[in-house]
């Protein structure tokens, strides 16, 4: 059974930069490909990017400019780091396997979550 | 991007009852090449993450109840609950796979009335 864990800090200080950690259990990160979701009261569910079994990325428009997703195999576990933080990037952020039936983004499982708050 | 739209936002259903859930894209998720309906449905409940109930607009993900069904294509979808259960209190969302960035609906609530 996969399983995913995000983990990182829970509040973080307008314009600093933001480090999660998503460490999955059940499956090799190497086989599947894997994105970050987020979901916050004012922009509901936002698909943030993704990372492939290349360490190839593939970034929503909106956020392109502030994420950098990677992958350390050694310790099978993903990352997001997104900077330049401000209010409106308060949200539970969430990993999530993509589909495994082929190259299509819908996506199971998902971690529980992590909420983030950015406020000084 | 695709701009997912749900209807209604929050509904109240008898238990036992049916419960329709809509949802709209803003252009076609229908592929001709492979006659599928790229859209998902998910089923997020209370303090706990999204999780997947259908794909290809009606197929069932494996465990899921077989009152759950999906329908439509092209733009426009209905997620129903053929006879809603006390554990399916939750909020359901849509969500396209045709185009990158995938894109989810906002939600609809659905409770016991």
């Not at chain 1, 994105?35 to 290349?54: F, H, P, V």
């Not at chain 1, 195999?73 to 990993?95: H, I």
């Not at chain 2, 554990?87 to 995938?102: H, K």
């Amino acid at each position: 059974q996969v399983q995913l864990r995000e983990s990182g800090p829970g509040l973080v200080k307008p314009s600093e930069t933001l480090s999660l950690t998503c460490t999955v259990s059940g499956a090799s990160i190497s086989s599947y490909y894997w994105s970050w979701i987020r979901q916050s009261a004012g922009k509901g569910l936002e698909w943030i990017g993704r990372i492939d079994t290349g360490g190839n990325t593939n970034y929503n428009p909106s956020l392109k400019s502030r994420v950098t997703i990677s992958v350390d195999t050694s310790k099978n576990q993903f990352s997001l780091r997104l900077n330049s933080l401000t209010a409106a990037d308060t949200a539970v952020y969430y990993c999530a396997r993509r589909s495994v039936a082929g190259p299509y983004n819908w996506f199971d499982p998902w971690g529980q979550g992590i909420l983030v708050t950015v406020s000084s | 991007d695709i701009v997912m739209t749900q209807s209604p936002d929050s509904l109240a259903v008898s238990l036992g009852e049916r419960a329709t859930v809509h949802c709209k894209s803003s252009q076609s998720v229908f592929y001709r090449s492979n006659n599928n309906n790229y859209l998902a449905w998910y089923q997020q409940k209370a303090g706990q993450p999204p999780k997947l109930l259908i794909y290809w607009a009606s197929t069932r993900e494996s465990g899921v109840p077989d009152r759950f069904s999906g329908s439509g294509s092209g733009t426009d979808f209905t997620l129903t609950i053929s006879s809603l259960q006390t554990e399916d209190v939750a909020v359901y969302f849509c969500q396209q796979y045709y185009s990158v960035p995938p894109t989810f609906g906002q939600g609809t609530k659905v409770e016991i009335k």
